[in-house]
């Protein structure tokens, strides 16, 4: 076994390889850039090194100072995570050429599975089903285009070297065709170097299954069963669990069988994962159930948490054994499935703008009591939630890498338990700072779709009537515990609030105090009564007085206590977190954004702008739609924008006539920034 590796990469995975790594009594180098310089991960492992700037070109890409610094600080193999290196097969050559062991499949495999058009192809002589397309070299946009018409619409443009659902657009008809061929193309060169695609048949009510393998340098190849991960926004996930629900015995042997085949056909060592498209049709019939093959991913997966909390195994000790030489743990008979398992992806955006990227300190985050991976046998240590995260409370996220900000894994003896748990946790996860989708996760546990298991990777946009723009809170409830946390503040320190002290003198017999909020950017007016026998009514906007009561919390899940308030017939607990104005209230039932205003520091502010178009985030500009003089219509395209790795249009908010163009393309703008002017 190694005595000491480095981690090639960055945030929760870097922390996942460490801890196995600290438990199996093997020391570990961390790599950095600027941006990461007191990051996480470089404290959880024995010794870090700096190998550049912020940008992942300037650091984590650059494989010949990892190499360097993996040689100057002895350590004998490189895990790459996930992501960035982790399935380049120049860079597993060059481990290979520096006398390091890379844990991950040969650099062969790689590339057969990298290219999606070849990887195809080997499936299709491994006896692999496939779905119906064009994986062809000729990658004239006019042959594309005839390919399209004859496979028929919807058909789905994919990035062949890509993966992550970059360079992946759905084009409904012919005449779409040329500019989402475009988009896609420029997206792909842009993340992968390669604006190679492919066309396939888009899948009617698709769900996405995958199937984890496991091969060793001794021949042995076996399946961890499935995952299924057909919750996706922009082609990416959002929920995974394992087992697939309504998966039968019969297929999940088919598919497991198919994917062992796949792995065996390039020889494949380590961890892996064979992704499939499953067609159904119906949600209720799982034995009419169709499956074919999409893409091999040949590295861990961000989602392989579930994996390993229903089979209790730890699967970067897998990697490692097995990167070491060692057989397999264990062979096919003797793997074990229990319980069920959902990973909630936790990222910095906003599901009510088009899931738009955030960045920003993370000044509140407040977790949920849960496992880190340092005890790894979740479904034999009874652990039934677990949290990998790569930041700690004041970390910032940055727009040069992924948005993720931890996976909240939960584990119960049925799928309704680990609803109910993941539930609970989301709950329990307190985020303020930045925007997050943490509430969006829950309305969609709670969705009638993903409750019932009726799933497929249309469940967001069929759902969303219930998922986007929802308060479970409401306006009374939250105005009433963000006062009631202000007088709790006074109490605190005044030692008492004096109006409602009852030695307190006053000069009638009710005192009135009014408190100026904004609920959904719309101005609400607060009275709060205080009556001399010590009861406190409060009247929120044109709603009726009701009893307002309040006390301190001790038995909070989450640090920081809280308060109990009883308002309007309702007993709910709270927790308030202030950010300037803002006051977030997190409630069992849910959480919403109320502000509490001095109106004084809003005196004389002046009459909003207009005609102004501004960058929603950080990131750089890649074209421009229009030019100064074009009349535009509201709705239409102006821009686009790449942050985090995806692209953004920026469009027209009304109809007007654009002044000027303020930025040029590949210009790194900030967020605010004014892009163009319209009158």
Not at 281 to 306: C, G, I
Not at 541 to 546: H, I, K, L, P
Not at 573 to 592: I, K, L, Y
Not at 656 to 671: C, K, N, R, S
Request: glycine share 8%; proline share 4%; charged share 20%.
């Amino acid at each position: 076994m190694f005595k000491k590796i480095l981690i090639a990469n960055r945030g929760e995975i870097a922390c996942r390889v460490a801890a196995t790594a600290r438990r199996m009594g093997i020391q570990t180098v961390a790599v950095y850039s600027d941006a990461d310089a007191g990051a996480k991960h470089v404290q959880a492992c024995d010794e870090a090194v700096h190998v550049g700037g912020s940008a992942p070109k300037d650091s984590y890409l650059r494989w010949e100072r990892i190499l360097q610094a993996a040689k100057d600080t002895g350590a004998e193999a490189v895990h790459p995570g996930y992501g960035f290196l982790s399935e380049n097969e120049d860079f597993a050559k060059a481990c290979a050429a520096a006398g390091l062991v890379f844990i991950g499949p040969p650099a062969s495999a790689i590339l057969a599975m990298g290219l999606k058009a070849e990887s195809k192809r080997l499936m299709e002589t491994a006896g692999v089903p496939l779905v119906p397309g064009y994986h062809g070299a000729d990658q004239d946009p006019a042959l594309l285009q005839r390919e399209a018409d004859v496979i028929g619409y919807p058909a789905l443009i994919k990035a062949s070297a890509g993966g992550g659902g970059k360079g992946m657009r759905v084009v409904e008809k012919s005449e779409d065709f040329a500019a989402a061929l475009a988009s896609c193309q420029r997206e792909a060169i842009n993340s992968f170097g390669s604006d190679a695609v492919l066309i396939e048949k888009y899948v009617q009510r698709p769900r996405h299954i995958e199937i984890q393998v496991f091969g060793d340098t001794h021949g042995n190849c076996v399946y961890l069963f499935e995952r299924d991960c057909s919750v996706q926004r922009r082609h990416q996930k959002v929920l995974e669990e394992a087992p697939a629900p309504g998966m039968t015995e019969a297929l999940r042997a088919q598919m497991g069988a198919a994917a062992v085949a796949a792995a065996k056909a390039v020889n494949y060592v380590g961890a892996g994962t064979v992704e499939f498209i499953v067609e159904q049709t119906a949600y209720d019939q799982p034995e009419s159930m169709k499956f074919f093959f999409m893409e091999m991913n040949t590295r861990l997966q961000v989602e392989h948490p579930v994996t390993e909390a229903i089979t209790g195994l730890d699967l970067v000790e897998w990697q490692l054994r097995v990167a070491s030489g060692e057989p397999l743990p264990l062979q096919q008979s003797e793997i074990r499935m229990t319980g069920h398992a959902i990973e909630a992806r936790i990222c910095a955006e906003n599901p009510d703008n088009n899931f738009l990227p955030a960045t920003g300190m993370l000044q509140v985050y407040r977790k949920p009591q849960a496992s880190s991976f340092e005890r790894a046998n979740m479904s034999d240590t009874g652990v039934a939630v677990r949290i990998d995260d790569g930041v700690r409370e004041g970390d910032t996220i940055s727009p040069f890498y992924d948005s993720m900000v931890a996976k909240l894994i939960v584990h119960g003896d049925t799928r309704e338990q680990a609803l109910a748990r993941l539930d609970t946790a989301l709950a329990q996860t307190h985020i303020v700072g930045l925007n997050t989708n943490v509430q969006f996760l829950r309305h969609v546990v709670r969705s009638a779709s993903f409750a019932t298991a009726k799933l497929d990777t249309a469940l967001i946009p069929r759902e969303s009537a219930v998922l986007f723009k929802q308060d479970t809170v409401g306006l009374q409830a939250a105005a009433a515990a963000v006062i009631a946390d202000a007088l709790q503040a006074e109490v605190a320190a005044q030692g008492a609030d004096p109006f409602s002290r009852r030695d307190g003198w006053q000069s009638h017999g009710i005192t009135q105090r009014r408190f100026e909020l904004e609920y959904e950017g719309q101005p609400v007016r607060a009275e709060l009564r205080y009556e001399r026998a010590g009861v406190l009514s409060l009247q929120v906007g044109e709603a009726a007085a009701a009893s307002l009561q309040f006390t301190s919390s001790e038995t909070s899940p989450n640090p920081g206590g809280g308060l109990w308030v009883q308002f309007n017939g309702a007993r709910i607990h709270s927790q308030v977190h202030a950010q300037g104005e803002v006051r977030h209230v997190f409630t069992p039932q849910g959480a919403v954004r109320i502000s509490l205003l001095d109106p004084l520091a809003h005196a004389g502010e002046a009459a909003q702008e207009g005609g102004r178009l501004t960058a929603p985030m950080p990131g750089k500009v890649v074209s421009f739609a229009v030019k100064a003089g074009d009349r535009v219509l509201a709705g239409q395209a102006l821009a686009v924008m790449e942050a985090m790795k995806m692209e953004h249009t920026i469009a027209a908010p009304q109809d007007g006539t654009v002044a000027e163009l303020l930025y040029a393309p590949g210009d790194q703008v900030a967020e605010g920034a004014e892009l163009l002017k319209l009158l």
